[in-house]
Nanobody, 124 residues
Framework: QVQLVESGGGLVQAGASLRLSCAASGRTFGGYAMGWFRQPPGKEREFVAAISRSAVSTFYADSVKGRFTISRDNAKNTVYLQMNSLKPEDTAVYYC?????????????????WGQGTQVTVSS
């Protein structure tokens, strides 16, 4: 089992940047593909970005492509989400997730472990 703790959320103005971190503990972090998802107010949770176990492959939702970057540091057991040019529609609770596989996936049912989430609020 792996435990995930997100951090780095906050309140920012449109156009600003934030970097979210997700620290993992438990079994070997390097054995997991990782993903970021978000849940906007009053909406379903949605895919944001994912990264394979070796970081060779990354995937992004169209809505964040070119603005967000997912990365990982296996030595630090941490996955990051760099968010630039933030928009009010990026306001959501952001969750990281892990799946015990080489390959990243874009659907939440493919992930076994979840963090508690961190709030990101972007004001206009």
């Amino acid at each position: 089992q792996v435990q995930l703790v997100e951090s780095g959320g906050g309140l920012v103005q449109a156009g600003a940047s934030l970097r979210l971190s997700c620290a993992a503990s438990g079994r070997t972090f390097g054995g997991y593909a990782m993903g970021w998802f978000r849940q906007p107010p009053g909406k379903e949770r949605e895919f944001v970005a994912a990264i394979s176990r070796s970081a060779v492959s990354t995937f992004y939702a169209d809505s964040v492509k070119g603005r967000f970057t997912i990365s990982r540091d296996n030595a630090k057991n941490t996955v990051y989400l760099q968010m630039n040019s933030l928009k009010p529609e990026d306001t959501a609770v952001y969750y990281c997730a892990a799946r015990p596989s080489t390959m990243a996936r874009t659907t939440e049912n493919d992930y076994n472990y979840w963090g508690q989430g961190t709030q990101v609020t972007v004001s206009s």
